[in-house]
């Protein structure tokens, strides 16, 4: 079995980003550049790369992999693993960070296609309030509550706080079904009216509660349930 140094040089990865750019480079050379050795003797890191994402399936799902998890794969240890999570962190916090003001939402299949990828694979419910100013554009996403396979906990009172904060307008309620079923609870049904409720008093009207499932979406506007 190859080490890297048995690669030629300018075939590996590092040499192939400095020389073509990191867009040329498969997702386990990717991987390998992170991991940079293997930690098991005598095994390539292009080695240990592939077979993470062979456990994971894909990039989208090893990132979803807890730290514990990657551990459990030989040749990642503690260090290995604590850096592949911060990596996966930074797409994440560089995606949320890119200029979201401008974007307008027209219909609840709109927001269904920009966040169902997103929480697609997460194995807990996520509530997440999206903020609109009074335009429509959206000004900043949420996230509100983690909960459990089944359940998150909400109180109106952590919904509205950063609305009034960022002074929305108005505000979208999201969560997704890690089921993949996204058809509403009874919990779900009371928590919404609930939320609209408070919404009355304070003078930001929810204008959607929209639920997340694998490949479809449940809007309660849609669906009759917010006039």
Same mark, same amino acid.
């Given at each position: 079995?190859?080490?890297?140094?048995?690669?030629?040089?300018?075939?590996?990865?590092?040499?192939?980003?400095?020389?073509?750019?990191?867009?040329?480079?498969?997702?386990?050379?990717? $991987?390998?550049?992170? $991991?940079?050795?293997?930690?098991?003797?005598?095994?390539?890191?292009?080695?240990?790369?592939?077979?993470?994402?062979?456990?994971?399936?894909?990039?989208?799902?090893?990132?979803?992999?807890?730290?514990?998890?990657?551990?459990?794969?030989?040749?990642?240890?503690?260090?290995?693993?604590?850096?592949?999570?911060?990596?996966?962190?930074?797409?994440?916090?560089?995606?949320?960070?890119?200029?979201?003001?401008?974007?307008?939402?027209?219909?609840?299949?709109?927001?269904?296609?920009?966040?169902?990828?997103?929480?697609?694979?997460?194995?807990?419910?996520?509530?997440?309030?999206?903020?609109?100013?009074?335009?429509?554009?959206?000004?900043?996403?949420?996230?509100?509550?983690?909960?459990?396979?089944?359940?998150?906990?909400?109180?109106?009172?952590?919904?509205?706080?950063?609305?009034?904060?960022?002074?929305?307008?108005?505000?979208?309620?999201?969560?997704?079904?890690?089921?993949?079923?996204?058809?509403?609870?009874?919990?779900?049904?009371? $928590?919404?009216?609930?939320?609209?409720?408070?919404?009355?008093?304070?003078?930001?009207?929810?204008?959607?509660?929209?639920?997340?499932?694998?490949?479809?979406?449940?809007?309660?506007?849609?669906?009759?349930?917010?006039?």
């Amino acid at each position: 079995m190859p080490i890297i140094d048995d690669i030629p040089a300018e075939d590996r990865p590092r040499e192939k980003v400095i020389n073509h750019g990191s867009q040329y480079l498969t997702d386990s050379e990717l $991987l390998a550049i992170i $991991l940079r050795t293997s930690g098991i003797r005598g095994v390539s890191v292009l080695d240990i790369a592939r077979e993470m994402l062979k456990k994971a399936g894909s990039l989208r799902s090893l990132a979803q992999m807890r730290t514990e998890e990657l551990i459990s794969i030989k040749g990642i240890g503690t260090s290995k693993a604590v850096s592949i999570r911060a990596v996966f962190e930074i797409a994440q916090r560089h995606e949320a960070e890119m200029p979201q003001k401008k974007i307008v939402f027209k219909t609840p299949d709109d927001i269904a296609r920009r966040f169902m990828s997103k929480f697609r694979d997460k194995k807990r419910e996520i509530f997440t309030v999206l903020l609109f100013d009074s335009k429509h554009r959206l000004l900043k996403e949420e996230a509100i509550s983690v909960g459990t396979l089944m359940r998150v906990l909400v109180e109106p009172r952590e919904v509205f706080a950063p609305a009034i904060l960022n002074r929305a307008f108005s505000i979208i309620l999201m969560h997704n079904h890690p089921s993949g079923d996204p058809t509403p609870s009874h919990h779900d049904e009371v $928590l919404t009216k609930k939320i609209i409720d408070a919404g009355k008093v304070l003078n930001i009207p929810v204008l959607d509660h929209i639920i997340l499932g694998s490949d479809s979406f449940y809007s309660f506007r849609e669906n009759g349930k917010i006039g």
